[in-house]
């Protein structure tokens, strides 16, 4: 169980949620840009994530998303009365053409993507991972001397490339972790500078 001490809640703090559960993550689809809601256990891990934080006793000062609504409503339901900002830079991967591939079954050209993400160049037609880095990273710099307690609603390609560009040193390592839905990493500032981020609720 991760703890927040009381040096942990004198930091300026940014925390990363990917959004809750839809039937597409459930039926295993590569989901992108499309507005896909919600389903009823994704507003349900939504709704826990706001316990949590409030738990926590973690208050927010500052909320942004990606102009989704599966993450727009995410951030309302984490964060409960705090206005949301939108930012294009937090959508996620562009799929293109592979939008609602199934993974269960994926094509040759997605196979060989996913088995070597470092190496191996995203499919023809889809958003490589060097630029969701790129973009994602613009964004962070943008928050980054903002006051108070931040929360990014995102999704989990999106959430992979602030991880990335937080802790470089990963050489690509986080493309092929596991971020469920409505899991939780943290990162702190100090002196301006980001710290290696963590993840405090699976």
Not at 164 to 187: R, V
């Amino acid at each position: 169980m991760y703890i927040i001490t009381q040096e942990g809640l004198d930091k300026k703090m940014i925390y990363f949620i990917r959004h809750g559960e839809t039937e597409e993550n459930r039926s295993f689809r590569l989901q992108g840009r499309k507005e896909i809601p919600m389903n009823a256990n994704g507003i349900a891990q939504a709704k826990s994530a706001g316990e949590w934080f409030r738990d926590h006793h973690i208050v927010f000062t500052h909320v942004f998303s990606s102009p989704l609504g599966r993450a727009v409503q995410t951030a309302q339901l984490a964060a409960p009365g705090i206005p949301i900002q939108t930012d294009e830079r937090l959508l996620e991967m562009d799929y293109g053409p592979y939008e609602g591939a199934d993974l269960m079954n994926p094509s040759a050209e997605l196979q060989a993507f996913f088995a070597d993400f470092v190496h191996q160049p995203a499919p023809q037609g889809m958003e490589q991972l060097t630029d969701v880095v790129r973009r994602t990273g613009a964004f962070l710099e943008e928050v980054r001397n903002l006051s108070g307690t931040i929360l990014i609603s995102t999704h989990a390609i999106a959430l992979k490339g602030c991880l990335e560009y937080l802790n470089p040193s990963s050489n690509g390592s986080y493309w092929s972790t596991a971020i469920h839905n409505c899991a939780i990493y943290a990162a702190d500032v100090q002196n301006g500078r980001f710290g290696l981020p963590v993840c405090i609720k699976p």
